[in-house]
């Protein structure tokens, strides 16, 4: 079945450490998305990759870094400067740039100790 | 996640009756609009979505209106299952960003059996 994979769905990390978030689609789609989701809040974006070797900052990227060194892949790295991590992060693709439906990962949760 | 909802407006309806979840957009200028579902713990799924040149569109059991003069958007859902218990939040397409969506933060729906 087609659709996007993220791992893992919990996460435990220590004050301190960075760690990474995976996300995997094989829907052939050109844009992936990476989303913060807090409690009360709307989803708040991070990064983006509209192609691959190409992405840029959301609104809240301080402290978050990606790469998107194939299509399928666009990873997210919780770094130690992220002053609250602790969230629900979410992956999305569409097809290209056009307005349209955002495919989302069945998410994952961090919570820093 | 299970946080999700936390603060966020909730509408409690009978299994069976309909359900209108109300969404307020900011910019007269967004020319997308989507609904999603989130089930706790999941990632969005795609309800129903609306361009800006219609006024209503529907699908299985669900309506979407958008009222361009007030910038009011509503999600109809009709004869309203116990499995319709969720958050549902609205998006709008923001054109002059690149055609970014900018969530809501949502509405908690619970079906009283």
């Known amino acids: 079945d087609g659709g996007i994979t993220q791992s893992p769905k919990y996460l435990f990390r220590k004050e301190g450490q960075n760690v990474t978030l995976s996300c995997e689609q094989n829907?052939?789609?050109?844009?992936m998305y990476w989303y913060r989701q807090d409690p009360g809040q709307g989803l708040r974006l991070i990064y983006y990759?509209?192609?691959?070797?190409?992405?840029q900052k959301g609104d809240i990227a301080e402290g978050y870094s990606v790469s998107r060194e194939k299509k399928e892949s666009f990873p997210l790295t919780v770094t130690s400067a992220q002053k609250n991590p602790t969230a629900f992060y979410l992956c999305?693709?569409?097809?290209?740039?056009?307005?349209?439906?955002?495919?989302f990962g069945e998410g994952s949760r961090l919570t820093v100790l | 996640g299970e946080s999700v909802g936390l603060h966020l407006p909730t509408l409690s309806v009978q299994e069976g009756d309909n359900s209108i979840i109300n969404c307020a957009y900011s910019n007269s200028a967004s020319d997308y609009f989507i609904w999603y579902k989130q089930e706790s713990g999941k990632g969005p799924q795609f309800i129903i979505d609306i361009r800006s040149n219609m006024d209503k569109r529907q699908g299985q059991r669900v309506t979407v209106l958008l009222n361009k003069t007030v910038k009011h958007l509503s999600l109809q859902i009709a004869a309203t299952q116990p499995g319709d218990s969720a958050v549902y939040f609205c998006?709008?397409?923001?054109?002059?960003?690149?055609?970014?969506?900018?969530f809501g933060a949502g509405t908690i729906l619970r079906v009283k059996s």
């Open positions: 999305a693709s569409t097809p290209g740039l056009a307005p349209g439906e955002l495919f």
């Open positions: 990759s509209q192609i691959v070797n190409d992405f």
């Open positions: 829907l052939n789609h050109d844009a």
């Open positions: 998006a709008e397409n923001r054109a002059e960003y690149g055609n970014k969506l900018v």
